[in-house]
């Protein structure tokens, strides 16, 4: 089955530093990225979608200078966190599509993302 | 707009089997799907409803009524690993973002 992981799995920064979170496609090129942040004991928020070579599309109230995507290439997109503070802290999930058209989406393992 | 509501918790015991209801309001409508998700670990697809009907596969079922915006997912045979939390989702408007429900939380007890 199709694979993707993200690195790294988890990471504690300090108030103010940027944090860069990887997300790759190991076994099919994926056309669409999505990146999600999950709190504690929620659902799943939906902060951007990227297509490999655009510009990432944002959700309404989700920071695009703070939270800055790039898809380089098929496999792979990044998300950086930038400025971080203790409120950024939460799980960031990503998850890509091989096709359009296709409604299965495959999840990374997530990023735990901790800002003290 | 989306909107999805499921169940917050649902409680059961092993070998049971339990039905986890998702009605949704959509604007436009291109599929209903389930994820589990595991405690710290990301959401993995279970199943995908297009038309109305069940969908069965292995312990686990999906039904979906569009006349009703209603879905579920059954899950017999109950076993401790299933506990976890369920996500029902739909594709928006667009079909092309998936929207997710605020999650079912299962407990399987012994």
């Known amino acids: 089955g199709a694979v993707v992981s993200q690195h790294p799995s988890r990471v504690i920064c300090k108030s103010g530093t940027s944090v860069k979170i990887e997300c790759r496609s190991l076994?099919?090129?994926?056309?669409?990225m999505f990146w999600y942040r999950q709190f504690p004991k929620q659902s799943l928020m939906l902060m951007a979608t990227s297509n490999e070579g655009s510009k990432a599309t944002y959700e309404q109230g989700v920071e695009k200078d703070k939270f800055l995507i790039n898809h380089a290439s098929l496999t792979l997109s990044t998300l950086t966190v930038t400025s971080a503070h203790p409120e950024d802290s939460s799980f960031y999930i990503c998850?890509?599509?091989?096709?359009?058209?296709?409604?299965?989406?495959?999840f990374g393992p997530g990023t735990r993302l901790t800002v003290l | 707009g989306q909107s999805l509501e499921q169940p917050s918790e649902v409680t059961a015991v092993e070998g049971a089997i339990v039905q986890i209801n998702c009605t949704y309001q959509t604007s436009g409508f291109y599929g209903l799907s389930w994820y589990q998700q595991h405690d710290g670990g990301a959401p993995t697809f279970l199943s995908y409803?297009?038309?109305?009907g069940l969908e069965e596969t292995g312990r686990f079922s999906s039904f979906l009524s569009r006349s009703d915006s209603y879905g579920y997912l059954l899950l017999q045979e109950l076993q401790m690993k299933d506990s976890a939390s369920y996500f029902c989702?739909?594709?928006?408007?667009?079909?092309?973002?998936?929207?997710f429900g605020a999650g079912t939380r299962l407990f399987v007890k012994a």
């Open positions: 989702a739909v594709r928006d408007t667009g079909g092309f973002k998936t929207i």
């Open positions: 409803n297009a038309l109305d």
């Open positions: 076994d099919f090129q994926a056309t669409t």
């Open positions: 998850s890509a599509k091989a096709r359009i058209s296709t409604d299965t989406q495959y």
